[in-house]
Every structure is written in structure tokens, then in C-alpha cells.
């Protein structure tokens, strides 16, 4: 897979990007961060056993992205609010959490709107 065309901010919630096939999609930054393909998110081996540490509590911040950080050219490395920053996302995994958590432009516009001030 080769890196998307772009990757931008829509607005504090949403964030976007491009591929070069064609594809267009935008996701909720809290959908990427569920995705976070890190040891602590997807639960740590353990003397080869899988043990699940991930019963996610919210912490302040944590659905705040604060930067991408493009890795060599394999992938992207993401620093959320909450300080965390392990997580690095091949643009494989990347386009897929694209394609699976893809907003609609009914919920795009619904988003715009609740984020918009009044
Ligand atoms: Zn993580």
C-alpha cells in the first residue's frame, strides 16, 4: 500500500485523507484512536498468552489528535492529547480504519453543525 495523497483536519473531531486510488474518506479521530495498534490497546503477550489490558477508560484529551508523524515511509506514528504515542499505523491499517469507520456526508454535515458555534 502506498501512502495517501493526504491527510487533513476537517475540523477537531474529523480528520480526512486521500488515496491515489480514488479513495476519499473521513473518520472520527476517536475511531482512529480506538484503532490504536499499539501493545497497551490491543493487549500485551504475555508469557505467550494474550492478556487483554485494554478495558479503555477515557482520559482527558485522549480523542485529541496532536500531531502525525510520518515513520520512515511505512506508516504514520500518532500523539494524542493524553500523552500517548505509541501507536504507529501502517498505511495498510491506516486505509482500512478509513474504509471501515468512513462518515457519511449526512454525518459529516451533522458534525460541522454541532461543531459550529451557534
Ligand atoms: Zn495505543
Not at 491527510?7 to 473518520?27: K, M, Q
Not at 479503555?56 to 500517548?84: F, R
Amino acid at each position: 500500500m502506498v501512502p495517501p495523497i493526504s491527510i487533513t483536519r476537517r475540523n477537531a473531531a474529523v480528520l480526512c485523507s486521500e488515496w491515489a486510488d480514488g479513495f476519499l474518506a473521513c473518520i472520527l479521530l476517536s475511531a482512529l484512536r480506538e484503532a490504536c495498534p499499539c501493545a497497551y490497546c490491543t493487549g500485551e503477550q504475555i508469557m505467550g498468552q494474550s492478556v487483554f489490558v485494554g478495558i479503555k477508560t477515557y482520559a482527558p484529551g485522549m480523542n485529541e489528535l496532536v500531531s502525525l508523524t510520518t515513520i520512515g515511509n511505512y506508516g504514520v506514528q500518532a500523539t494524542w492529547g493524553d500523552g500517548h504515542d505509541t501507536g504507529i499505523y501502517t498505511w495498510d491499517m491506516l486505509r482500512k480504519i478509513f474504509d471501515e469507520n468512513a462518515l457519511s456526508q449526512a454525518d459529516l454535515r451533522s458534525i460541522d453543525s454541532e461543531l459550529e458555534p451557534k
